[in-house]
């Protein structure tokens, strides 16, 4: 309704009309306008129709107030004198559904008062459409009413008045109605069906149709109600059956209450014309006590026993009728059949139970009879059994059949039978009976215990406390008691040379694997075993599988420093070249871990330094480089302790002491054999001890003592001699591995030792790499034998000392050097 409501406005504010009525004495101005006008529109010129000067309005302060302070619905325009909507009137909301709708105001000026009264008439507009108060109108009528009769239908309300308002009405077109309507005394229209044609409602029980109210706006405006017809019942038709006769057999053995058969008739009138009830009207003595009619189903059911040598056919009249008294009738004939009324009976004469599993196919379970009282074909018996089960039944002599096996039993996959026995009559129809014996099979040892898995894998971390639980192993066997009854044990064998049992132990009864002792993953990582599962039959059997016990690794071992050796071993010192540069490589700390995997992942780091800010260690290769050039400054002697940790949790770890001589020549370092004594006289390793054992002689060991007990007593020793020194193979752990990163020796590095003449045990060291950084190799501290005779020769010794020490030197020289190749 908004809708049409703005629609019909939005035409109108395009034109304003307004009629000046009358301007009498006393200044009372009055106009005609149309509702829903839009604000702003223009009234009229109340300053030319009051004769006002438009120029002194504003000086006057001209207003316009309203009666009562209601709602101001026109304002002025000071500057025009034109009298302006102020706000959307609605003519409906204001005046409801008054003929006549007036709106006073008043103009008010001063200097000097002066008023002048504004009447406004509101114009209704066609901007509301008719509504029925229901959208469905229902009306009730007489399927016997007479044509011409009249059924008032509710009208429509129309807000709008006059013209505007509800004018006609229309219907649907039908057979039945039309619509006729009339003018009351108030104007307002009245609409009413007229019957032109007489209703069946067997034919026809409901109308719906649609009616439409007009109003006479232009354009007009509709509303619409569905005019739902209900066509009332009159008891104008009888009951009818929907057969003349009915006719049923019955077997003789029909139980009470059986249904014999159902008439049935139909009323096409509705409510009480259309209820239906039926009563018997003509039967005979016997069948009285024999059937009975249901008044209001129309069954007729046995009520007592029945017998077709007394009477084989039973004759009934039935009446249908309704409650009004209109009734119809049917004849219902019953015929009783001859039956097969007795069913065989089943006897088991002997049965063995149970049975063995393994008894052969055919063997007799048991015999069985069969007798049937009734005679010819209702007394012939068919005898048989369900056809899932490993069982035959054999005719023997009259009546007797044999319950035999068809083939092998298997307790395991059926430990009981239900053997279901049917006998069956040729009667029409034919009766049955059935009985069902229990056949249960005997067990024996046929299966034995199957492991749930085909192998099976322990895991355990070494170091584990005896007796702790790896895995479970579970067998199932299918056999009965004893012979399912599974006892696991261990086979017999070997694990790294020591019995089995030595280091696992199994619970018999369930299977769950136990360790006797701590596992080492270093010494060995897994193993395999051997379980056997038993059963208890008679004779027993078994099978095996085997189990795979994992042993992983914990950090329990601390990283193992192979060089520098450790202290109490040989004293080895390295020299670093006094014009190294920053990044030169001059040493390397190589260590190991015997355990795997993070655990033996190394990392090096410098703790303690005489000069920490001269030399760095590479945190996973542990090579040790100058941070910054050599300087005159830095002291000649360096000592520095490196801790070596593993990745384990917890993190084991292992320290170092690094001796570094910064040093071009081996005759700058006067002090040597201090610095070895002052670093606790490492000693030399055993395999250098070895070897200068077994390639020198009696003779020069007596020499050698005696030319240096004559040397010591002149004058300080210096060096000694230089050769090579490799670390043996055998010094590494079993598994140690040439891996980048990991604290072991790559085997681009090469090293060479350095022996003092002050200790026997001492030696220096430095390394050299095939590295860009490495010191040049002319810049090592390599001499030759000439070399070294011209270091310890000197002009206060005899000729023959130095010669002897020179001869010794070259001598141990190539014993080194052959044993390092």
Known sequence: MADNRSSSSGLLFSVVLFLRLFHDANGDVSYSISEEMKAGSVIGNIAKDLGLNVGKLSTRKA?????????????????????????????EALCGEKASCILK?????????????????????????????????????????????????????????????????????????????????????????????????????????????????SPKRTGTATVHVIVLDANDNPPVFNQVVYKAVLPENATPNTVVVKVAATDTDEGLNGEVIYEISRI????KRAFSLNQTSGEIHVIGSLDFEEESVYELRIDAKDRYGLSS??????????????????????????????????????????????????????????????????????????LVTTGQLDRELVSDYNITITATDEG?????????????????????????????????????????????????????????????????GEVNGASVSSYLSVNGDTGVIHAVRSFDYEQFRSFKVHMMARDNGSPPLSSNVTVSVFISDVNDNSPQILYPAPEGSSFMTE??????????????????????????????????????????????????????????????????????????????????????????????????????????????????????????????????????????????????????????????????????????????????????????????????SYNDNTLPADQTLKKSPTEFAEIFCRPDESPEVGKTILCIIFFSYMCLKLLRC
């Open 284 to 287: 005979s003595e016997t069948g």
């Open 428 to 492: 029409s129809p034919p009766l049955s009976s059935s009985k069902t014996v229990q056949l249960s099979v005997a067990d024996i040892n046929d299966n034995p215990p199957v492991f749930e898995e085909q192998s099976y894998s322990a895991y355990v971390s070494e170091n584990n406390k005896p007796g702790s639980t790896l895995c479970s192993v579970t067998a199932r066997d299918p056999d009965w008691r004893q012979n399912g009854t599974v006892i696991y044990s261990l086979l017999p």
């Open 329 to 402: 009738d049917a004849k219902v004939i019953i015929e009783l059949s001859d039956v097969n009324d007795n069913p065989p009976e089943i006897s088991l004469k002997s049965f063995v139970n149970p049975i063995a599993e393994n008894v052969s196919p055919g063997t007799e379970v048991g015999i069985i009879n069969v007798q049937d009282r009734d005679s010819e074909k209702n007394g012939q018996v068919r005898c048989s059994i369900q056809q899932n089960v490993p069982f035959k039944l054999l005719p023997s002599i009259k009546n007797y059949y044999s």
């Open 105 to 217: 105001s008043e103009l008010i000026l001063e200097a000097p008062l002066e008023s002048h009264r504004i009447i406004l008439q509101i114009q209704d507009i066609n901007d509301n459409s008719p509504i029925f108060t229901k959208d469905k109108i229902r009306i009730e009528i007489n399927e016997l009413a007479v044509k011409g009769s009249r059924f008032r239908v509710l009208e429509a309300h129309d807000l709008d008045i006059g013209q505007n308002a509800v004018q006609s009405y229309e219907l649907q077109a039908n057979s039945y109605l039309e619509l006729k309507t009339q003018s009351k005394l108030d104007g307002d229209k009245l609409a009413e069906l007229v019957l032109v044609k007489e209703l069946d409602r067997e034919e026809q029980r409901e109308l719906k149709l649609m009616l439409t109210a007009l109003d006479g706006g």
């Open 575 to 768: 020299l670093v070249p006094k014009a190294a540069h920053g990044g030169s490589l001059v040493s390397k700390v190589i260590a190991v871990d015997a355990d795997s995997g993070q655990n033996a992942w190394l990392s090096y780091q410098i703790v303690k330094a005489t000069d920490p800010g001269l030399f760095s260690i590479d945190l996973h290769s542990g090579e040790i480089r100058t941070q910054r050039d050599i300087s005159e400054s830095d002291s000649m002697k360096q000592n520095l302790i490196v801790a070596v940790k593993d990745n384990g949790q917890p993190s084991l770890s292992a320290t170092c002491a690094m001796y570094l001589l910064i040093s071009d020549n081996l005759a700058e370092v006067p002090e040597l054999k201090d610095i070895s004594y002052d670093e606790k006289n490492s000693k030399l390793t055993s395999y250098l001890i070895i070897a200068l054992v077994s390639v020198s002689t009696f003779f020069l060991t007596f020499i050698i003592i005696i030319l240096g007990v004559r040397f010591c007593r002149r004058r300080k020793p210096r060096l000694l001699f230089d050769g090579a020194v490799a670390i043996p193979g055998a010094y590494l752990p079993p598994n140690y591995a040439d891996v980048d990163g990991t604290g072991t020796l790559r085997s681009t590095y090469n090293y060479d030792a350095y022996l003092t003449t002050g200790s026997r045990t001492s030696d220096f060291k430095f390394v050299s």
């Open 63 to 91: 207003r316009i107030d309203s009666e009562l302070n209601r709602k101001r619905y026109c304002d002025i325009k000071l500057n025009t004198g034109d009298l302006i909507i102020a706000e959307r009137i609605d003519r």
